[in-house]
């Protein structure tokens, strides 16, 4: 669990994303709070509950990237999902538990990938022999029918009846063909030497499942059954050296690694430290007509009502309970508010965070600050071809402005703009950028506003390409 104090959370985002400090601040009590809730009494530990919290504003204003980092930061299990797939005409055999095990699904695979790191090195050395073993296979033993004779009371009396002189105990001295091999192995002067190695088939048979709500697994798991029961497939391929390898260091790492604690481990971390964002909970809301798709639509805040107070929802690694999950909705709420929630799942949303709308100031911050800014993405992908490009203070402004403009007088969406943007803007270089001879290019107002005109007035046009 994370030690990071609100501050230095706050600081952290701070480094990706531009504004939004109420968001950035209550993301951070609840995190902190998670902490210091595993450093309570142990009989007050499950009585406290996480503070979940609703983003309320328009796209492209950072409210899934707050999350994202949020949950990158501290390493925590994170899904997104959106609210509204639970309300798609002939969407069946899904209901709203699956997001609690997708979550435990990709915890327990990511949790299996470090394990395997773990052991890499180890896993290394295993294959190393194996490989030694298949270029210098073993010199097989001769069997010798035993002789039905008598049998001899001592091994002296063997030893002088078949006329053997015993052999002096010495130091095993290892092979010298095969650490030469070894040597020859790990400076890669082998990789081309092709190899027949054993693979096992991962792939199960083929089941196709129809099932009922609630039970969208069952195929996996009816899968995974029969993958156990049945024989592993293995074929035999001829691969290089480096290949098998690969392969090799693979499946020993893959036995190395303790699915039981893997799945322990990830099933706890879930449980403790999990992080589910809610995408589009306004897209739910109805107006309580009590008829038409408005009734599914309640349906589905009913539906996640218990997961966000706390119930067990049973998975193929077992129960996970979503008691001390922290769920974090958003939405735009442009034809609905955050009271048109059904009462019970607005209760469980206690903390409520406006975004503000970006501007001209923040689209200038947004283009040149962050760590990830978009000019320095640009910047260094044309670095690849040799080209060098800058960008002048009046050409970000500029830059700016016009999506500003554009955000005003078509769809407002948010710093989304600035991609749509740099695309028109850069597409001509971007396109000629390996053949062209000037390798220094510098993008100035001037040249912003000569190509960037003809969309920015015609309207339909901006509608159709920004």
Excluded: C
Excluded at 79 to 89: C, L, P, Q
């Amino acid at each position: 669990m994370s030690d990071l104090k609100p501050i230095e959370i706050v600081r952290e985002l701070d480094k990706y994303i531009i504004g939004q400090d109420k968001a950035k601040r209550s993301v951070a009590i609840a995190l902190r709070n998670r902490w210091r809730r595993r450093h309570v009494e142990e009989d007050l530990q499950d009585e406290i509950s996480p503070k979940n919290i609703i983003m309320i504003g328009p796209t492209g204003v950072g409210k899934t990237e707050i999350s994202r980092r949020l949950a990158n930061l501290t390493d925590s299990p994170f899904f997104k999902v959106e609210a509204s797939k639970f309300t798609e005409i002939g969407y069946v055999g899904r209901d709203v538990e699956s997001m609690i095990r997708d979550l435990v699904e990709l915890t327990v695979n990511r949790m299996k990938d470090q394990a395997e790191e773990e052991v890499m090195d180890k896993a290394e050395k295993m294959a190393e022999e194996k490989v030694l073993d298949l270029l210098l296979p073993k010199t097989p033993v001769k069997a010798v029918k035993p002789v039905e004779e008598e049998e001899p009371e001592s091994i002296e009396d063997l030893l002088e009846e078949k006329h053997v002189e015993p052999v002096p105990e010495e130091p095993i001295i290892p092979d010298k063909t095969r650490e030469k091999l070894r040597k020859m192995l790990q400076e890669g002067k082998l990789d081309n030497r092709m190899v027949d190695i054993d693979v096992t088939d991962q792939q199960g048979p083929m089941i196709e499942i129809f099932s009922t709500m609630g039970m969208e697994d069952i195929g996996m798991n009816i899968r995974d059954m029969m993958s156990n029961m049945m024989p592993k497939n293995s074929k035999r391929r001829k691969v290089t050296v480096e290949e098998a390898l690969d392969i090799l260091t693979d499946q020993e790492a893959q036995n190395l690694v303790d699915m039981d604690k893997v799945v322990d481990k990830a099933v706890e971390m879930v449980e403790q430290s999990g992080i589910i964002f809610i995408d589009e909970i306004d897209k739910v809301t109805g107006n309580h007509s009590g008829s038409g798709p408005e009734v599914s639509r309640e349906g589905v805040q009913r539906d996640l009502l218990p997961i966000v107070e706390g119930s067990s929802v049973p998975t193929k690694y077992g129960i996970v309970k979503t008691d001390h999950i922290l769920f974090i909705a958003s939405g735009a709420f442009h034809t609905s508010k955050p009271s048109d929630l059904i009462p019970e799942l607005q209760g469980r949303f206690p903390i409520r965070v406006e975004l503000d709308s970006l501007g001209q100031k923040e689209f200038i911050r947004i283009l040149t600050e962050p760590q990830n800014a978009l000019l320095l993405q640009y910047i260094a992908l044309l670095r690849t071809e040799g080209v060098n490009l800058t960008f002048d203070d009046s050409s970000v402004a500029e830059i700016a402005r016009i999506a500003e403009d554009v955000n005003s007088r078509t769809e407002n969406i948010g710093a989304r703009r600035l991609h749509t943007l740099m695309e028109y803007l850069l597409e001509d270089i971007l396109f000629k950028a390996p053949d062209v001879e000037e390798k220094n290019v510098t993008i100035d107002s001037e040249f912003v506003k000569e190509r960037l005109k003809d969309v920015v007035a015609d309207e339909d046009l901006s509608r159709y390409i920004l």
